[in-house]
């Protein structure tokens, strides 16, 4: 990597923010490189690289100024104006909010899967990444579609209230502590009590529509990264909000075009590097949240199909949201945009 290269992680006190800020270290990016930026909230917030402690400062359309790749790891409407104030100013920028992810004229990029995209020629200098239930599906499907197609996908995905960000975390942990307390949790972030109870509203609805942002955005990022293929599944499904704190679990019906016995699904699976397989449910092993916190591949298991179905695949999957699902792919496609000849 080019050791001049300067970086700027604006939303660096997030969930997602904070993930990204530890992968860096982990790519051996230097403390010098690096400006940690946020709203004015938290400006002047320390946090901790390696050995060395970085002070988190105000964002402003300056900080942008001399900077090589700026990853934004903001909500959608700040990622919107930020995009344009960091390309403006001559970054790479890669944003892993829904601001531009159906925007046809900035690409939509999931590294591993699609990273050829970042060596063409786009107009302007933004990237976005498609979200942490799409990065999952796309890991999962693509292999199956090359053994043997895929036609549908239905999907329940069971989303960790880390989804939404440090106030998800913080309204779980409230709420949790009320309710065991005999006190009446307040909501805030999520529409509905979420402690102790499954929400099946994950993000706003569409205006005029049954479906929410977040089950909207499977189905049009799946079509966006799977066109060029020349097969685009048909992904639906329902976003519910679980309980739990990191991870999200994915029940997953799959309509293969030609019927696979599961031992050869099991295998194509198996032969893929984003993934590990977690199936011996004969010993109580299979894919949990709380085994794919900091684990880079998406767990699949409970592999199973019915007779008189033979080309309908069921199966149960997990992913690290903040980390494989939004960190990982921002860190990915930042530093290959980065390495491109100027
Ligand atoms: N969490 C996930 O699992 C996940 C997965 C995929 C994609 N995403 C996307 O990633 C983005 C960040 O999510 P998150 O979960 O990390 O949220 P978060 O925990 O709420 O963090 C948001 C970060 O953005 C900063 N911020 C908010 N408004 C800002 C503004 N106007 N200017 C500059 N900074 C601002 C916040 O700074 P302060 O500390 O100053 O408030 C904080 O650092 C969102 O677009 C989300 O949809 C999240």
Redesign the pocket.
Known sequence: MNENLRIAV?????????EVVSTLFDREVSAEQLTL???????G?ELDYGEETLE?E??SAESFRGMGLVL????????RS?AHQAQAAGAWVV?????FRADGAVPLVLPGFNSELLETNFKGRVVA?P??VTTALACILEPLRQAFGVAQVQVTAMM?V????????RELEQQTAALLSGRDPESHTFPQRVGFNLVPQVRPFLANSPWTEEEAGWTLECARLFAPRGEVPVVAGTAVQVPTFHG?GLSLQVRLKKPAPVEQARAALKGAPALKVLDSPGEKVYPMPSLVTADPTVHVGRLRSFPQAPEWLTLFATVD??GR??ALNLVEAGLRLAARPS
């Open positions: 604006v939303g660096a006190t997030g969930v997602v923010g904070r930026l946020a709203s004015e909230r938290s400006a917030e988190v105000k964002v934004l790891a903001t909500p959608a409407e700040a990622s930020l944003d892993v909010s829904s601001a990444l979200s942490a960790g880390s989804s939404a960000g440090n106030a998800g975390v999200h949201n903040a699902g939004a």
